[in-house]
C-alpha cells in the first residue's frame, strides 16, 4: 500500500470513526439523530470524513500546493457534453431497474431533483474527493481495473456500516448487504466515470444524482433489483473502458 493510500484511508476512518461513533453511542442509548439537531454535527464529520482526509493525504503527500489547487481539481466542471449525458444515462440505469422490480414509493416530487443535486454535493457527493480522486487511481497504477473496484467498493461499504445502527438516518434499519450489492455496482459506475473522462467532479455530480433520485424514489426492499443495477452498471463500465479512445469522453 502506497503513502497517499495509507494516510487517506486512515485519516478518513480516524475521522468517521469518531463523528459516526459519536451518533453510535447516543443512537444505542435511544438517542435519535432527528431527537437531538446537535448531533448532526459529528454526523456531518463522519459523512466529510473522506473529502477532509483527502485535503490534507493530497497536501502531505505533495499531491497538491493548496485548498486552491485541490478545488479546481475536484470542480472540473468543464467536460463534454457527452460525459455529461453519460452521468445522466448510468443514473437512470441505477434507478430504473430498481424501480421497476422492486417497486418504490413517491418520495420528493420530482422537480425538487434541481434542489436536491446541489444539497446532495454536499451530502454524499464530495466523498468522491476521496474515494475517486486518490483511491480508485492510486490502486488502478499497481492493480488491474477490477481489482480496484471491488477492493474500494469494499472499502466504501465496510465505510458507511456505521450508518446502520445510528437511528434517524436513511440507512438505519435496512438490509446492509444489499446496500452494499448496490455499492458495488456504483463503484463500477463510477470507477468507469473517472477512468473514461479522468474527472473527479463528474464523479461528485453522478454521486450526487443517485442520492437525490434515491429521494424521488424511495425504493422498497428486494434484493433483486438491486442485482438488476449492479449488474447493469458493471457491464457499463466495461463498455465504457472498451470504448475508451473511440469516443470523445475528455475535454
Known amino acids: 500500500m502506497n503513502k497517499l493510500i495509507r494516510d487517506f484511508l486512515l485519516r478518513t476512518f480516524s475521522i468517521m470513526i469518531v463523528g459516526w461513533g459519536i451518533c453510535v453511542c447516543f443512537s ?11 448531533l448532526y454535527a459529528p454526523y456531518l464529520l463522519g459523512g466529510w470524513s473522506p473529502t477532509i482526509a483527502s485535503f490534507f493525504a493530497l497536501k502531505k ?34 434507478i430504473l431497474p430498481q424501480c421497476l422490480i422492486s417497486g418504490h414509493e413517491n418520495g420528493a416530487p420530482l422537480l425538487a431533483i434541481f434542489v436536491m443535486i446541489p444539497m446532495m454535493i454536499v451530502g454524499g457527493g464530495l466523498e468522491e474527493a476521496g474515494w475517486r480522486y486518490i483511491l480508485q487511481p492510486e490502486l488502478e497504477k499497481k492493480f488491474p481495473f477490477t481489482i480496484s473496484t471491488v477492493a474500494v467498493g469494499i472499502i466504501w461499504w465496510l465505510w458507511h456500516l456505521p450508518l446502520f445502527f445510528i ?52 425504493i422498497n426492499e428486494n434484493i433483486w433489483g438491486n442485482i438488476a443495477a449492479a449488474s447493469l452498471l458493471i457491464l457499463c463500465s466495461y463498455i465504457l473502458t472498451k470504448i475508451n479512445g473511440k469516443v470523445k469522453f475528455k475535454k
Open 28 to 38: 444505542l442509548r435511544g438517542v435519535s439523530l432527528n431527537e437531538n439537531y446537535l
Open 167 to 218: 437511528q434517524g438516518v436513511v440507512q438505519y434499519g435496512q438490509n446492509y448487504f444489499a446496500f452494499g450489492i448496490n455499492v458495488l455496482g456504483l463503484s463500477f459506475a463510477l470507477a468507469g466515470i473517472r477512468k473514461t473522462t479522468g474527472s473527479v467532479w463528474l464523479c461528485v455530480l453522478f454521486h450526487s444524482i443517485v442520492n437525490a433520485l434515491s429521494g424521488i424514489f424511495v
Open 61 to 94: 503527500n505533495g499531491g497538491i500546493a493548496n485548498i486552491k489547487e485541490w478545488l479546481k481539481n475536484i470542480f472540473d466542471f468543464r467536460q463534454t457534453f457527452i460525459s455529461y449525458c453519460m452521468v445522466a444515462v448510468l443514473a437512470a440505469i441505477f
